[in-house]
């Protein structure tokens, strides 16, 4: 069956330092690729996507690519904030037959200090 | 904005005292998850629903009711709230086939006293 694997956390960083979390997977069909982050309380906000080889998610700083050839979906933000504290989980969605459910990750804390 | 709207975000209940748990959406995409999160955990799909097509989980207990009364709703009733339910209950929307995307409400933390 599917199933994603990442970086255990907890993560501590400073401002403005490299943020990269791995993120790998596996699926027997050809899958679109999430990036989930959850702040303290709150639901899951989808960060960024990617749904076919070589596609690079981004949205606020944060970069995402789809490597077919290393099944892995590795996220990545030059310079973080404290804002960017959070939960980031990523997600798998095998799309085109009759599953349409998400497979997550366990999820990895990040805490950036100032 | 369209958007996924969950009530209460906070919501106590006694032990083996029935709740329901509400979701609204204003997106109308055709499915409509439940799922049910423990702190530091992945959320865990408990059912869904693909229009008025429910879709139950294997291992959702028996416990755990969900009504779809029409496109825009969705109910999660817990017909005996045991103290191992306390948890984030979050609604999802999505596409379906389409699209593999969820769209996540903001969740309704469940408190068994």
């Known amino acids: 069956g599917d199933s994603v694997t990442q970086m255990e956390g907890p993560v501590t960083l400073s401002e403005e330092a490299f943020l990269t979390i791995n993120c790998t997977y596996t699926?027997?069909?050809?899958?679109?690729l999430f990036w989930y982050v959850q702040y303290p309380g709150e639901g899951l906000q989808l960060l960024l996507k990617?749904?076919?080889?070589?596609d690079k998610g981004s949205n606020k700083g944060f970069e995402a690519t789809y490597r077919k050839e290393t099944t892995s979906f590795h996220l990545e933000k030059g310079s973080v904030q404290v804002s960017d504290s959070a939960v980031y989980f990523c997600a798998l969605s095998d799309i085109g037959g009759s599953n349409y459910k998400l497979t997550f990750g366990k999820g990895t804390l990040l805490t950036v200090n100032p | 904005d369209a958007m996924v709207i969950q009530n209460p975000r906070y919501q106590v209940t006694q032990f083996g005292k029935p709740v329901t748990l509400s979701c609204s959406q204003t997106l109308n995409h055709n499915v409509m998850y439940w799922y049910q999160q423990k702190s530091s955990q992945a959320p865990k799909l408990l059912f869904h629903y693909y229009d008025k097509d429910f879709n139950n989980e294997a291992d959702t207990p028996d416990n755990f009711q969900s009504r779809r009364p029409n496109t825009s709703f969705c109910f999660l009733d817990i017909r005996s709230p045991g103290l191992g339910d306390a948890a984030m209950y979050l609604c999802?929307?999505?596409?379906?086939?389409?699209?593999?995307?969820?769209?996540f409400g903001p969740g309704t933390r469940l408190t068994v006293t």
């Open positions: 990617a749904t076919k080889a070589d």
């Open positions: 999802a929307t999505g596409l379906g086939p389409q699209a593999g995307e969820q769209y």
């Open positions: 699926a027997t069909g050809y899958p679109s």
